[in-house]
């Protein structure tokens, strides 16, 4: 069923609580894909019962960003969802979520802050604000669902960190349910913004899994010095491509790593035209 109220959606948790039985979230911002559906999936599983959430986010979004033009695809999302075994469809309006007339300001919310630590390295750097938009939209969408886990992909490895971090400091009763990153037939990692993409950026989009797949077979091959692995990425790197960044960091607590092991995460972003796409990879096995 598709529901735009917060009363609504509480009521039938309610139900479901009371018959004892368990829930699953999946946040999204719609335009589903098959790395949604991958995280649908692994809750309509694990869970009696799954909400996937459909909410352009307007508070995780900076000025200039593409929170207009980011793809509203209701109806399709509505029946992908209801078709992977998904319950409640939560698509609700920014009034019911923030209320009417303080949509877009801080000055009027209550903001769930992650530590700087956190925040202030990779996305966190060039998107001021976004994770506070991020954690408050998350933990007002864990207050209404109540969810006994929640399902968030490894796609966006600092938000699923942060959440997890958010968790544990504020004693959500949620557990976290990480899910491996979708790509698509040739490895470029699925994204709602991929649509954004010409023919002919879509082809140089390839330099992100490049740079990651490459960086793990040097890895794998014995070269651990995180500078060295960095200096690969420059074979792939065009003249189209601007490289936001591309670091290597623990996986726990995104501290900088001189040394690459297991634990260690590469992320990378790279703006390819008017696009900023995002990628990451785990040197772990
Ligand atoms: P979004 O709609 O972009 O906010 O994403 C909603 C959730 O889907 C987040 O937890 C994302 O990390 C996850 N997600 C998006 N793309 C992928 C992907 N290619 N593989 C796995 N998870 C994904």
Same mark, same amino acid.
């Given at each position: 069923?598709?529901?735009?109220?917060?009363?609504?959606?509480?009521?039938?948790?309610?139900?479901?609580?009371?018959q004892?039985?368990?829930?699953?979230?999946?946040?999204?911002? #719609?335009a589903?894909?098959? +790395? *949604?559906?991958?995280?649908?999936k692994?809750? &309509?599983? %694990?869970?009696?019962?799954? @909400?996937?959430?459909?909410?352009?986010?307007?508070?995780q979004?900076?000025?200039?960003e593409?929170?207009?033009?980011?793809?509203?695809?209701?109806?399709?999302?509505?029946?992908?969802?209801?078709?992977?075994?998904?319950?409640?469809?939560?698509a609700?309006?920014?009034?019911?979520?923030?209320?009417?007339?303080?949509?877009?300001?801080?000055?009027?919310?209550?903001?769930?802050?992650?530590?700087?630590?956190?925040?202030?390295?990779?996305? #966190?750097?060039?998107?001021? +604000? *976004?994770?506070?938009?991020?954690?408050?939209? &998350?933990? %007002?969408?864990?207050?209404? @669902?109540?969810?006994?886990?929640?399902?968030?992909?490894e796609?966006?490895?600092?938000?699923?960190?942060?959440?997890?971090?958010?968790?544990?400091?504020?004693?959500?009763?949620?557990?976290?349910?990480?899910?491996?990153?979708?790509?698509?037939?040739?490895?470029?990692?699925?994204?709602?913004?991929?649509?954004?993409?010409?023919?002919?950026?879509?082809?140089?989009?390839?330099?992100?899994?490049n740079?990651?797949?490459?960086?793990?077979?040097?890895?794998?091959?014995?070269?651990?010095?995180?500078?060295?692995?960095?200096?690969?990425?420059?074979?792939?790197?065009?003249?189209?491509?601007?490289?936001?960044?591309?670091?290597?960091?623990?996986?726990?607590?995104?501290?900088?790593?001189?040394?690459?092991?297991?634990?260690?995460?590469?992320?990378?972003?790279?703006k390819?035209?008017?696009?900023?796409?995002?990628?990451?990879?785990?040197?772990?096995n």
């Open positions: 069923m598709l529901l735009h109220t917060i009363a609504e959606v509480r009521e039938q948790i309610r139900i479901w609580k009371k004892g039985l368990t829930v699953g979230l999946v946040p999204t911002m #719609g589903l894909h098959e +790395g *949604h559906l991958s995280l649908i692994k809750s &309509v599983e %694990k869970c009696d019962k799954t @909400v996937v959430s459909v909410f352009v986010n307007p508070i979004f900076c000025p200039g593409d929170f207009e033009k980011y793809p509203r695809t209701l109806d399709a999302d509505r029946e992908m969802a209801e078709s992977a075994g998904v319950d409640i469809v939560f609700p309006s920014a009034a019911e979520m923030y209320g009417e007339g303080h949509i877009m300001s801080n000055d009027f919310l209550t903001y769930v802050i992650p530590p700087f630590f956190y925040v202030n390295k990779l996305c #966190g750097k060039s998107r001021t +604000g *976004h994770f506070d938009g991020v954690c408050t939209v &998350v933990n %007002k969408l864990f207050n209404i @669902v109540q969810p006994d886990f929640a399902f968030f992909g796609k966006d490895r600092q938000q699923l960190i942060i959440i997890k971090k958010m968790v544990k400091d504020l004693s959500i009763p949620t557990e976290i349910i990480p899910c491996p990153i979708v790509r698509e037939a040739d490895g470029l990692a699925m994204s709602s913004r991929n649509k954004y993409l010409n023919e002919q950026e879509r082809k140089d989009a390839l330099v992100l899994k740079i990651l797949f490459n960086i793990k077979s040097c890895y794998n091959s014995g070269i651990k010095d995180t500078e060295a692995l960095a200096e690969t990425a420059f074979n792939f790197l065009k003249s189209c491509h601007s490289l936001e960044y591309l670091e290597f960091r623990d996986k726990n607590d995104l501290e900088l790593k001189k040394t690459a092991d297991k634990d260690t995460i590469v992320f990378i972003a790279v390819i035209g008017n696009v900023r796409l995002i990628d990451n990879i785990s040197l772990e």
